[in-house]
């Protein structure tokens, strides 16, 4: 299997070995108790993430392939709570200890 681990939306490296399909497990977990539409919104981007397909890192918590890099992904999860749930925005950053730059791609 040949390994690129490049992102596909910033194509930068991917250092952290936690796919953005597990943090956005524990993300949905913690929107759950904060405004449950969230999490369908969430869902729905997720969904658009999974159909990038490349052989990739491996998460070390599922064993799926990895595509895109929990940079880009929480900053997509930023943006839509900018957009979607801005009650919940500053929050999401601060619990999840993620500081969202201006976008790479």
Known sequence: MKY???CMLCEGPIVN???????GDEIKVWLQGKD?????V???ND???????????ICIECGREM???VDCYAY?????????????SN???????????????
């Open 4 to 6: 690129n681990s490049g």
């Open 17 to 23: 070995l936690i796919c953005f399909r597990c943090m």
């Open 36 to 40: 449950k539409k969230l999490v369908k």
């Open 42 to 44: 969430l869902e729905g």
């Open 47 to 57: 969904f658009l993430l999974k159909s990038y397909n490349r052989d990739g890192r």
């Open 67 to 69: 595509n895109v890099c």
């Open 76 to 88: 997509e999860v930023s943006e839509l709570l900018e957009l979607y749930g801005p009650h919940v």
């Open 91 to 105: 929050e999401f950053k601060q619990l999840f200890n993620i500081q969202v730059e201006r976008h790479r791609y």
